[in-house]
């Protein structure tokens, strides 16, 4: 941190942070000191820089989906940036995982916790062989009625929409089907709902601290190089959090 407000308290100047920050593509950035937490000590920056979406997962894991020890939960989109949090926040509830994900991620989703890999390229998770408790959809991808042909009668279907640049309707419209439908059926549809909190931010760090969470970068580019990141990202298929690095 470059300095400090004369009102913060907690955080000095010199302290290593992560933490929420619009327009961070940047060499210096402005952010709330509420949305900052001490970066863990064990932690390079690029792999720091790759820790806020996790409080995404851990939203869509321990709060809208109430996953529990014991139960089967499904990540589709294991691969990527949620995805890969989801999966070590799930195994670490104690839930039995299957992730949802390329060919190329198997090895990955697999190294960081979870007991079943699905390869979507060769096998459809929503064909009825296995039923879960809870399902994280960062995908957008399918159906919401094949979605829940993959649930229990009393499951959880959590819809992290997000969507790509200039790919967003398809997801919202999905998510609101899913809200109506919710209404009528036992089984709970919900949208994970996006927001920016310290206190989830100090959960994930303390995962990390742990030892139970560990951050996954796939690639990544220098500053000058953004729109090619950002290029990468929308195509779908980035593994683990693309990260910006700034020397």
Not at 59 to 65: C, E, K, P, Q, Y
Not at 101 to 106: F, N, P
Request: hydrophobic share 45%; aromatic share 4%.
């Amino acid at each position: 941190m470059e300095a400090a407000g004369a009102d913060v308290r907690g955080l000095r100047t010199g302290d290593e942070v992560l933490g929420f920050c619009r327009g961070a593509f940047a060499e210096f950035a402005c952010a709330a000191a509420g949305l900052l937490v001490p970066k863990p000590a064990g932690l390079t920056f690029e792999q720091a820089a790759a820790v806020p979406i996790a409080a995404t997962a851990l939203r869509g894991i321990r709060d809208a989906g109430e996953v529990k020890a014991g139960q089967r939960v499904l990540v589709n989109g294991a691969g990527g940036g949620v995805g890969t949090y989801a999966v070590q926040i799930a195994a670490a509830l104690g839930a039995e995982v299957t992730g949802v994900c390329s060919t190329g991620s198997a090895e990955l989703v697999r190294s960081i916790g979870a007991a079943h890999v699905i390869d979507y390229t060769r096998e459809d998770f929503t064909g009825g062989r296995t039923r879960y408790d809870v399902i994280l959809d960062n995908v957008s991808s399918l159906p919401l009625a094949r979605l829940r042909a993959a649930l229990t009668p009393q499951g959880i279907l959590v819809l992290n929409g997000g969507g790509s640049p200039g790919h967003v309707l398809g997801p919202v419209a999905g998510i609101v089907r899913a809200v109506v439908a919710s209404a009528f059926v036992s089984q709970r549809l919900r949208p994970l709902p996006s927001r920016q909190n310290r206190e989830e931010l100090l959960a994930v760090t303390g995962l990390i601290e742990a030892g139970k969470l560990t951050p996954v970068v796939g690639r990544t580019y220098p500053l000058a190089e953004t729109a090619a990141g950002l290029r990468h990202v929308e195509q779908g298929h980035a593994r683990g959090k693309v990260v910006v690095t700034v020397r």
